[in-house]
């Protein structure tokens, strides 16, 4: 019994019809959702990487500024 219903189901995901329904009934909408819930904290570390960046920098030219008093 279970092998017939378990070879069933395993026939119907073999069509492309459920193939498709799958993909746009379960898989579209779970992408978008985890989408909408992430943005936030993606462009939260986008902006906190461009702030890092712009503290080394900072960081640098006043090393470089202390270098060339102190030895220039």
């Known amino acids: 019994m279970e092998s017939s219903l378990l070879q069933t189901c395993l026939e119907?995901?073999?069509?492309?019809?459920?193939?498709?329904?799958?993909?746009?009934a379960?898989?579209?909408?779970?992408?978008n959702i985890i989408?909408?819930?992430i943005y936030f904290y993606l462009w939260f570390i986008c902006l906190y990487h461009?702030?890092?960046?712009?503290l080394?920098?900072?960081n640098l030219m006043l090393?470089?500024?202390?270098?060339?008093?102190?030895?220039?």
């Open 12 to 24: 119907l995901f073999k069509t492309d019809e459920a193939k498709r329904n799958l993909k746009d």
């Open 26 to 31: 379960v898989i579209t909408p779970m992408g």
């Open 35 to 37: 989408y909408n819930e």
């Open 50 to 54: 461009v702030f890092l960046i712009f």
């Open 56 to 58: 080394v920098l900072a």
């Open 63 to 72: 090393l470089l500024r202390l270098i060339k008093v102190k030895y220039g």
